[in-house]
């Protein structure tokens, strides 16, 4: 057992550790997702344990619905609800550097929006002082008229390199509590194939019958899925016409602004549209999910994310379709300050949780392979 990280229970661990031996004693549950089989594997829970359970959680709120010791029996299972808590835990004890985790998690929307608003301001005065003009349409609608292309290359670009390495930093924490040197090695390109696919597809929100979450009562429903693989392919696409446009630029000498048909502006259209219909249907689920999937205190996080995206998507598509009038500059100002907003907060917020899931799925793939499956605890 390694507790070398986190060498005690605290009291939302202590909590997973009480339900999951009751799970583990009834197993009514063990087709439902990744969590109980891997719950199965296990004799006692110790904390590296219950981190990885906890992401391995998708939070479909299957099991709640099938239990017969959820509230109001004395048991009191909420699987989701304990594991939601111990998430949140995650997301600040492995943030690098720690404390911007902790007044994260304190503070996400004040703090979201405000780094938003002093970028755009900040963006909008560096261009007024050097001379530009915020309301005079600019020739071809060339962004970089306003902002130089070196300029904003250096500016994003090592955002984007400290956002790589918290991320990777958390991450690497996190994955060597819950697989420790010495832990027995397996073939590494099966687990990893499994594992990239369960992340891609969303595997485990779909209650573990293809039916979906429980978002309501016993209703089922694949609408989560659906706006969570728009929130995340769009996301994808956005990043993909970037790549493009830098390939474009420094390969081909081929400079923007590109025309309407060009693949960065598909690719960045498309990725787009994805980025707003997925986070709004995010909120929506958000505000209408009853208080018992999940824990409460987490929804401003759930929702300072999403509502970064759609402003981050709804800004960039604003830009793009008066990139030749006089709103330009300022739409570039206010797109680029949400923008940096955005990464900025990412190895602290809701992001975060799609990291240590896929660190999660990847130790599921690998345990399942293992010849002696079961632990005591820890590993």
């Not at 070196?150 to 991320?167: D, P, S």
Request: proline share 5%; hydrophobic share 50%.
């Amino acid at each position: 057992m390694n507790t070398t990280t986190i060498p005690i229970l605290d009291a939302n661990q202590a909590e997973v550790a009480r339900q999951m031996q009751i799970c583990n004693a009834c197993r009514y549950c063990e087709g439902f997702c990744a969590v109980f089989p891997a719950m199965t594997r296990r004799l006692e829970f110790g904390a590296a344990d219950i981190g990885y359970l906890a992401n391995l959680c998708h939070n479909c709120g299957a099991c709640l619905h099938a239990c017969q010791y959820a509230p109001p029996h004395e048991f009191k299972l909420n699987v989701p609800q304990a594991m939601a808590r111990v998430r949140a835990d995650t997301y600040a004890h492995y943030a690098w550097p720690a404390p911007l985790g902790a007044l994260y998690r304190r503070n996400g929307l004040a703090l979201a929006l405000v780094t938003a608003a002093m970028l755009a301001l900040f963006l909008a005065l560096g261009s007024a002082l050097a001379g530009g003009s915020l309301f005079t349409p600019v020739p071809g609608g060339n962004f970089y008229a306003v902002f130089g292309h070196n300029l904003l290359a250096w500016m994003f670009g090592i955002v984007f390199l400290a956002v790589l390495v918290a991320l990777g930093v958390g991450a690497w924490r996190f994955w060597r509590v819950i697989e420790p040197a010495g832990s027995e090695p397996v073939p590494h390109a099966h687990a990893l194939a499994e594992a990239t696919g369960d992340a891609l597809l969303l595997r485990y929100l779909d209650g573990g019958h293809g039916e979906g979450c429980n978002e309501e009562s016993d209703r089922y429903t694949l609408w989560r899925r659906r706006f969570h693989h728009a929130t995340f392919y769009g996301f994808l696409l956005c990043l993909a016409a970037t790549a493009v446009g830098t390939l474009y630029h420094f390969v081909f000498g081929w400079h923007a602004p590109y025309a309407h048909t060009s693949l960065p502006v598909i690719l960045g259209s498309v990725g787009g549209l994805g980025l707003i219909v997925g986070p709004i249907g995010l909120l929506w689920l958000n505000v209408q999910r009853p208080p018992e999937h999940g824990d409460a205190a987490q929804r401003p996080m759930d929702r300072v994310f999403a509502l970064l995206l759609l402003l981050v998507s709804v800004s960039g598509m604003a830009l793009l379709g008066a990139r030749a009038t006089g709103a330009m500059a300022l739409l570039l100002a206010v797109h680029l300050g949400l923008v940096m907003a955005l990464f900025l907060t990412l190895p602290y917020g809701k992001f975060a949780h799609s990291v240590y899931r896929c660190a999660a799925l990847l130790k599921n793939a690998r345990e399942k392979r293992r010849p002696n499956r079961l632990t005591l605890g820890g590993d």
